[in-house]
């Protein structure tokens, strides 16, 4: 190793020396001063290259020089430091002074405070205390009172209260039992007026048009002539017509004109229309009248499709189930005692909304009982009263027992346990008993000849039973399939057996059972 060499390391090594007791003071200096150190052995390192050139003399002083000139300016940049860290320091110092002065004036703030508050706490405390003696005062006081009015009174307090409250209680009791009296004198004589009053307006408000019922429809023909072609050959046209009807057609009775006759409405608007279409076609049997009634009995289910869905709107319902739909179209064609079931049902949902809104009841309970409480009237199950079978029907679509109960109700076999049931057999009494609005004695006659079909219908093998002729025959259409020659005359005998021991009727009832077999096939 050669003396440049040397000289320059242990220049470093002093460079490093005098700035060694900084570095723990702070980091940032440390590394500025490798970077400066850094810089200076490049220039040392580079400047020992133009040392090469110079002899060993000049080299060792040039070296010295160099090297006093490195410690020289590594002690003034170590005092620079040195001053930079002393002046940090002091500014350290400053901020920890305003820091402890702020927290000092903050405690003394807090202790003002505590003792602000022990303050007002004693205060407080003082005057519940003075409260307190206060009450004790007033205590004694009324005790001193109450003992003066006693030895007064020469009663106890007990006994002074029991006193007055038996004196109070007669006073009211007395004024009570006037004032209950003319209370229910006034309640009594304004409930009648104003009972009156409701009735009338709701039977104003329910005003409609009653059409008179017949069991016969009266159809005019333009040539009489035209009867030949309804009788047809050895009256085969007429019987095939009141076979598959269930009707009585009555011709000679009067010129120009044919009686359709029967106690069932729909079977009478099934013949007549059938009989329009058959004589406005000119084509006039057997064949023709049986495609012709089945056609016209699919035109009635529309139409009754249609009229249950005009009663339902009418009565401001539009979402009641089809099959009461199809019950309420068949109001169209059904009287009650002469009176037509849409009107009387129709009135009755505008009397029984105006009495539940007058009476604070349930209205859409009250208007749909109103609505259905007939519908048993023409629902295929018989054998029931029809206001059972109406709430039956009821039952399958509605859980409401307010609603059931005044449907089933109405007529008063069953307990009325809602107001609303009140409501209909108000409704259907103020309907029903309308001058003119009902004839008993129709209703009666419906109820005889409809128990005759029954007893025939009721039989095994047995597809339709028609009482025609008001009621002096019954026809009986036996299933061909599911019956015999030997079961129609078996079936005759015991219908007219069971109509003897049971129905009451003048002159005689014939019966007549019809099996027909037909036999079809197909030519291809």
């Known amino acids: 190793m050669d003396i440049l060499t040397l000289l320059v390391i242990l220049a470093f090594v002093g460079l490093i020396a005098g700035a060694g007791f900084f570095i723990n003071s702070q980091n940032a200096q440390l590394k500025k001063i ?26 060792v002083e040039k070296a010295s020089q160099i090297a006093r000139n490195i410690i020289l300016e590594a002690e003034k940049k170590a005092l620079e430091i040195e001053g930079q860290i002393q002046e940090n320091l002091r500014k350290s110092r400053d901020q920890f002074k305003d820091q402890e002065r702020s927290l000092n004036e ?29 009450k004790n005062q007033l205590n004694q006081s009324r005790e001193k009172i109450n003992k003066k009015l006693e030895e007064i009174a020469q009663m106890t307090r007990q006994e002074a209260a029991n006193a007055l409250k038996e004196e109070t209680e007669k006073e009211l009791s007395g004024w009570a039992a006037k004032k209950i009296r003319e ?79 029967s106690f069932d409405p729909i079977r009478r608007e099934v013949a007549s229309l059938a009989l329009r279409k058959l004589l406005g076609d000119g084509r006039v049997h057997p064949g023709a009248i ?62 029984g909304e105006f009495l539940a809104r007058e009476l604070g009841a349930d209205v859409n309970v009250s208007k749909l009982a ?77 109820k005889r000849v409809r128990a005759l079909e029954e007893i025939a219908t009721k039989h095994k093998g047995v597809k339709e039973a028609f009482a025609i002729h008001a009621g002096r025959e019954v026809r009986v259409i036996l299933k061909p399939e599911e019956s015999s020659d030997e079961d129609a005359k078996t079936i005759a005998y015991k219908v007219a057996k069971e109509i003897e021991e049971t129905q009451s009727y003048p002159g005689v009832i014939k019966v007549n059972v019809i099996r027909e077999f037909r036999a079809n096939d197909e030519a291809k």
């Open 183 to 261: 209370a229910e004198s006034e309640i009594k004589f304004k409930a009648d007026e104003l009972g009156k009053q409701v009735l009338v307006e709701s039977m104003l408000s329910a005003a409609t048009d009653y059409v008179a019922e017949t069991t016969t429809t009266t159809l005019t023909i333009e040539d009489e002539s035209l009867k030949g072609k309804i009788i047809g050959k050895d009256g085969r046209n007429i019987r095939t017509f009141e076979k598959l009807t269930g009707v009585d057609l009555i011709i000679d009775e009067a010129p120009n004109q044919v009686t359709i006759s």
């Open 370 to 446: 109103c609505l259905l409480h007939d519908i048993g009237k023409v629902a295929p199950e018989e054998g029931k009263q029809h206001h059972h079978i109406s709430a039956e029907i009821a039952k399958k679509f509605y859980k409401d027992e307010k609603l059931i109960n005044a449907i089933e109700a109405h007529h008063f076999d069953k307990e009325a346990k809602c107001i609303e049931a009140e409501i209909v057999r108000i409704a259907d009494a103020i309907s029903g008993a309308r001058p003119g609005a009902r004839r008993d004695s129709y209703e009666e006659y419906v």
């Open 34 to 59: 490798k970077a400066e150190n850094k810089t200076i052995i490049e220039d040392a390192i580079r400047k020992s290259t133009e040392f090469k050139a110079l002899s060993e003399k000049e080299a």
């Open 106 to 134: 903050r405690e003394k703030k807090l202790l003002e405070r505590t003792e602000s508050l022990e303050k007002r706490y004693d205060v407080l405390e003082q005057k519940e205390k003075s409260i307190e003696n206060t």
């Open 290 to 351: 049986e495609e012709t009634i089945e056609k016209v009995k699919k035109d009635i289910l529309r139409e009754i499709k249609k009229t249950g869905e005009e009663i339902a709107y009418q009565a401001g319902f539009n979402d009641l189930p089809n099959e009461i739909v199809m019950l309420l179209g068949r109001f169209k064609y059904r009287f009650s005692y002469g009176q037509n079931l849409v009107k009387h049902t129709l009135e009755m949902v505008k009397i």
